[in-house]
């Protein structure tokens, strides 16, 4: 039944009638929800996500909603993952051109759940550039999706810290504390990249408006690996002091309690600068 169904969804429609074009497009939205929930027909998986796939350019706004929906569904199966995967360039593109905010909530819905380690690169990419102009009702989402993504596919760990500043930059309202702790337990526990992540936190206070949350992210890794970087003549650990005091006065108190303990840190570091840090 569900094949003849999909075999039928093909054919020309009979009526150029409204009512008999929505009529066989719930039939066919349900049977692909059987589909779905059966999950164990490989070939009926693939065409369903291809027949969805053809929703995706319709006009119809109700349609490519369904249609993303349905394949954040498929795109969890291990059948139809493969074939979900194909239309990624289609999701991308609904993602910048499309008007309709909830469409765009599920295509970015898709493109989370397609991610895989073959092209995690290439659609946090896509998100992150979509920060910049989306809705402030999804961006705490979206925020917390490119947080998961990057860590869990991260294969060379510099991307995963150069992507989770430029997140903090462009959306440092919406990052959770649990965001940015996270970000610090990973450069506390791997080695390899503390002398990179000194780098990158001290170039990223540079910035003449810096939020709050990358002046804690950059004041306790500076504080914690700033002698890494000191023998450097643009980041000598007085320059360092004094880049991050004068992000001081613009911070609330428990920031403030945070860059005091980075002063403390500083003069364990560098004695030589004791009596600066003094007056």
């Not at 150069?162 to 959770?176: N, P, Q, Y």
Request: net charge negative; hydrophobic share 45%.
């Amino acid at each position: 039944c569900l094949d003849t169904i999909l075999n039928k969804a093909q054919e020309p429609l009979k009526s150029k009638k409204v009512q008999h074009s929505n009529a066989r497009n719930a039939v066919l939205f349900e049977a692909i929800n059987l589909i779905i929930h059966m999950d164990c027909e490989s070939t009926l998986l693939v065409r369903a996500c291809n027949q969805l796939g053809q929703f995706l350019l319709n006009r119809e706004t109700n349609l490519r909603y369904l249609a993303l929906e349905s394949m954040c569904l498929l795109a969890t199966s291990e059948f139809s993952h493969d074939a979900v995967k194909k239309h990624q360039e289609t999701v991308i593109n609904a993602l910048k051109s499309e008007r309709d905010v909830s469409v765009r909530q599920r295509a970015v819905d898709l493109l989370y759940a397609m991610c895989d380690r073959s092209n995690a690169e290439d659609i946090v990419q896509e998100m992150l550039t979509y920060l910049e102009t989306a809705d402030y009702t999804i961006r705490e989402e979206m925020v917390l999706k490119i947080a998961i993504l990057s860590e869990k596919y991260a294969i060379d760990y510099k991307w995963y810290l150069d992507i989770m500043l430029k997140l903090i930059r462009l959306a440092g309202d919406f990052v959770s504390e649990e965001v940015w702790y996270r970000v610090i337990q990973v450069v506390v526990n791997r080695t390899d990249v503390q002398s990179y992540a000194a780098k990158i936190a001290f170039e990223a206070l540079q910035a003449p408006a810096c939020h709050e949350n990358m002046i804690k992210v950059a004041g306790y890794i500076l504080g914690e690996y700033g002698n890494l970087i000191a023998l450097d003549p643009r980041s000598t650990p007085m320059i360092q002091f004094d880049l991050i005091h004068s992000k001081y006065h613009l911070c609330s108190t428990t920031t403030r309690s945070l860059l005091l303990s980075t002063y403390m840190k500083f003069i364990n570091l560098f004695p030589e600068i004791k009596q600066y840090v003094q007056d």
